[in-house]
């Protein structure tokens, strides 16, 4: 659990899928998206609106087979002068994976 009180795990909607076939959670700041689309260009998870000028994830739970790449669009994002507003959890642990500026698996994210 994070110093605020948040868990990971408790963000969001209720409609998540079983945390054995998509383990990992999304948690994206999109009011502090600055539409570098820098997510986009290394995951196929990320579209990058060229209307609103914002990012957006096409599925917030993912599976192994889609960690690698959301990883690295958390780690490329620029917002947060360099923080990133793209967070990805593990659900079992609820530890964030990244960006985890702290190192220490708390939740980074800036409401």
């Keep these: 659990m994070s110093d605020d009180g948040?868990?990971?795990s408790d963000v969001g909607g209720d409609d998540a899928p079983p945390?054995?076939?998509?383990?990992?959670?999304?948690?994206?700041?999109?009011s502090g998206c600055i539409g570098t689309g820098k997510?986009?260009?290394v995951?196929?998870?990320w579209d990058l609106s060229l209307d609103t000028g914002l990012a957006r994830p096409r599925t917030y739970y993912v599976g192994e087979e889609?960690?690698?790449h959301n990883v690295r669009a958390a780690e490329v994002c620029p917002a947060k002068k360099g923080?990133?507003?793209?967070?990805?959890i593990d659900r079992r642990t609820d530890e964030e994976i990244a960006p985890d500026p702290e190192g220490d698996g708390t939740l980074s994210v800036d409401w």
């Design 6 to 8: 948040i868990r990971p």
């Design 19 to 30: 945390v054995e076939t998509k383990p990992y959670k999304i948690i994206f700041e999109a």
């Design 66 to 68: 889609e960690l690698s």
């Design 39 to 41: 997510c986009a260009e």
């Design 43 to 45: 995951s196929p998870n």
């Design 83 to 88: 923080r990133g507003v793209i967070h990805v």
